[in-house]
């Protein structure tokens, strides 16, 4: 059930604004109000503002916060019940409210103790000093292992089980979660033996599995812990937890191959840095990072491997609907040894240099062709074709003008007869459009969008409307997904609508129907209210859509003569319809 609206009112009144927002911002009191620098934002004059009267903390610069509810949402980076529960406590407050159990606590207990023996070890032990000489020669200090929560398996075959075993936990569950396995004879013993550990926190902070990286001479250089039902390789990026802050005020994330990149991003001064640990990006691993931003900076290895994986991140990345440019660091070195080797202001000047997308994957495509062989450039026009395929026509143009000029011919020869390129007057390498709604429709899909948003600012109205419409008045069937999935799915969670935590409640297909035909409208922008005759005059424009559709197919087979009536029925019905429609009209 939502949570009632008066409790609501109560924490964010009784709650200590200032208390609450101090841990977070250094705050100065200004006459009634306290100033600081943004926590959302990478602020470089004190923008944030709280007022203790009005029970709000808000950035006066990019927007963010709000009430104590939405801040502690926000900063914390959980659910709106979570905000209320943890909110309501302190205060005494009870709250009716399901925060979703988890049902992987006691697999998550045991990670954090294994994460917490590792990095114990490490420190405390004489195979640790050779562990942190190495860390030392990589330039790895120990405010940089805090950070990392870096950790170290020992020599002892089986000195994790033994611990794990002693503080009670299932070996099971161990052997479940990848951390020691099982021999023959029903003996454990650990899956990591000396080896540097890194743990691969989730999106909540939580560790769900390692990567350990070898002290000695063996062939396996990295050895992660397998699948498991809590941690799924895809669907996780290294230290984005850790990054999130830095990534929400740089507006920004840099992405890497592996956790020595990130490590030397962190001791740079970019802290907004994440890693796919050596595997190629996923398209779950693109919406996590759509959650904290827009924006990817790809930072991948400099050679031909790493270009390769450039080049399929960009098209994940793009399918996600996310901004990305790329940095191509000198001499092919990868970004932890450009750091060695050029320093720390060197790196950060490296990272403004960045190029487009299109740039790279144009010079990618040319890279090892022969552009004097025939063959050759017949590959290379095909290549930029498949590059330029989705691009608008003045982007096409750029780049048709240096593919003639690369391969010394004239403009008009990459601009086949065929227009399999496309011609000026058209767009070319477009997918082909949908259907435009029928012109008679138009009013009723404009109605549907306005009704929708109209409900995304009042629950008691959103549930007006949707029993008003029901499954029988609808215009677009998209419009209609949404909407069952914000009274079936958001409603029952949260009563007040936040834009940021609705969309991340959608899946990827509904959001893209969200983006392009609610939030990019005119009405959404504008955030309209909509008074008690609006929404009365918008429902009864959608109530007569049933009579418009049926004369829409009674004039299409008027047209098409349909073998299933004569045209005289057809006349007739559709007469018999429209005096129907006009008894009804209502002006919208």
Sequence with gaps: MPIDRHIIDQINEKTDIVALVSPYVNLVKKGKNYMGQCPFHDDKSPSFSVSPEKHLAKCMACGEGGSPIVFYQKIKNVSFPEAVKALAQP?????????????????????????????????????????????????????????????????????????????????????????????????????????????????????????????????????????????????????????????????????????????????????????????????????????????????????????????????????????????????????????????????????????DPLVFSYEFHKKGLDLKNSNDIQEFKTRIKRMLRLKDQSIQEIYLKQLAKDIGSSYDSVMPKDNSYGTPDQKPFLPKPKPAPVKSLKKYYSAEIQLFIAMTLNYDDARRIDDALGTQYVADVDLFKLRGHLMLGYYKTYEIFDLETYKSTLTPELLDVFESKVENTLVWKITPKFEETNITDLLSVMKNIINEKRYIQVMEAIKNENEAYTQTAYVEEQKKIKNQMEKGKVKS
């Design 91 to 355: 205060l005494g407050i009870e709250v009716d409210v399901e925060v979703n159990s988890n049902p992987t606590l006691k697999e998550h207990e045991l990670m954090k103790e294994a994460s917490s023996f590792y990095t114990f070890y490490l420190s405390n032990s004489t195979y640790g000093k050779t562990a942190l000489n190495y860390l030392e020669k990589r330039g790895i200090l120990k405010e940089d292992i805090a950070h990392f929560e870096i950790g170290l398996a020992p020599k002892e075959k089986d000195a994790l089980y033994q611990i794990l075993k002693n503080k009670g936990f299932d070996p099971t569950m161990m052997v479940d979660l990848g951390l020691v396995k099982q021999r023959e004879d029903g003996s454990y013993y650990d899956l990591m033996t000396k080896r540097i550990t890194f743990p691969i926190h989730d999106k909540e902070g939580r560790v769900v599995g390692f990567s350990g990286r070898t002290l000695e001479d063996d062939p396996v250089k990295y050895l992660n812990t397998p699948e498991t039902k809590i941690f799924k390789k895809g669907e996780v990026l290294y230290h984005l937890f850790q990054a999130s802050r830095d990534i929400r005020m740089k507006k920004k994330v840099i992405l890497y191959e592996g956790f020595f990149d990130v490590i030397a991003s962190y001791k740079s001064g970019l802290g907004n840095a994440v890693a796919t640990m050596g595997t190629a990006l996923t398209k779950q691993q693109a919406l996590l990072l759509k959650q904290v931003t827009s924006d990817v900076l790809i930072a991948y290895d400099g050679d031909n491997a790493g270009q390769q994986a450039t080049m399929k991140a960009i098209q994940i990345l793009e399918e996600a609907r996310l901004r990305i440019d790329i940095v191509s660091l000198k001499d092919g070195l990868d970004p932890d040894d450009y750091l060695k080797k050029y320093g720390p202001e060197a790196f950060q000047v490296a990272f403004t240099k960045t190029v």
